[in-house]
């Protein structure tokens, strides 16, 4: 027989230890057990729970616990929409939600940046340098672009020039 | 507490991953957004750079151009947007192209006042038709009749190259 521990089908010795094996199994399982160590101590812990499982016995219910029960459902079923909201954030540990709200601020911040890259850039000293001349000649264009453009300046093309 | 850890994982990773990509989207977006023009990169460039550059012109010249920009700066956005998209596309069009807008333009602005209408009202009557039709028009003997040969030119010109609508 393969170890049932080595094959990880430890369901088998479980059923062993409750008994729940047809003879033949549960013999193969006892040859089995008599040449593996480990199964052999897999089983005897398994026996020793069986058995304070047999001997415990539930500690007794008081007299009011259903009164109790019953109140406690009703009060979680009064909670305002709020108080059910906050309630699921409550237990949660501070150290859990930083990390929470700094993925937040960073997604916000990444979002942002992606739509509006030009807000958050500084000035890139040294970096894109336009000559002052450069600079003219796009005034100049864009003058006239604006001036011929728009309707309401064509007929008056100096008086509101860049 | 692990499914937490791993969902911030996760999603620092992916906006990581969008701000690694910001540049990438940029070059997505339609070439007017990502429209800069000098005075745009100007605009970008420090206090003490600009003023360098201004210095190796006359100071009356300086001058002029610090003025012009602020008077740009102030434009309304909208206005500085629509200007923006339409001179992205005057940059676009071939040197010569944008030598003949020029020239037009200037043309046009010399005309008398009471030709200068008429011929805007020709170019924006134009420029709404189909291209069979405007070519049709263009080489109507109504249209010789109505516009002297250097009218005709302007309008030719400024109807096939100038950017954008014109309002």
Known sequence: ????????KP????????GELDGETAASIERH???????????AEQAALWKTLDIWEAPAVSADFDRRLYRRVAGEVRLSWWERLTRTLRPMPLRQILPLAATACLLLIASFLVQQPDQLAPPHPGAGLVRADQVERTLDDLELLRQFGAGNQVEAPHADTM | MYRVILSCGWALIA?????????TVVAEKPPAQRARNAIDRWNQMSPEERERELAKLPPERAQQIRERIRRYNQLPPWEKQAL????QKFAQLP?????IVRRSVRAFRDLPVDRRGLVREEIGRLRALPEGQRNARLSSAEFRSQFS????????????YFPGQLK
Do not use: F
């Open chain 1, 1 to 8: 027989m393969n170890c049932p521990m080595e094959h990880r």
């Open chain 1, 11 to 18: 369901e088998t010795l479980v059923a062993y230890a409750a």
């Open chain 1, 33 to 43: 057990l008599r040449v593996c160590p480990g199964c052999r101590l897999w089983v």
């Open chain 2, 15 to 23: 906006a990581l991953t969008a701000v690694a990509s910001e540049s």
């Open chain 2, 84 to 87: 923006r998209e339409r001179y």
């Open chain 2, 95 to 99: 040197p010569e192209k944008q030598e």
């Open chain 2, 149 to 160: 040969p250097p009218e005709r030119q302007l309008i030719r010109d400024i109807t096939a």
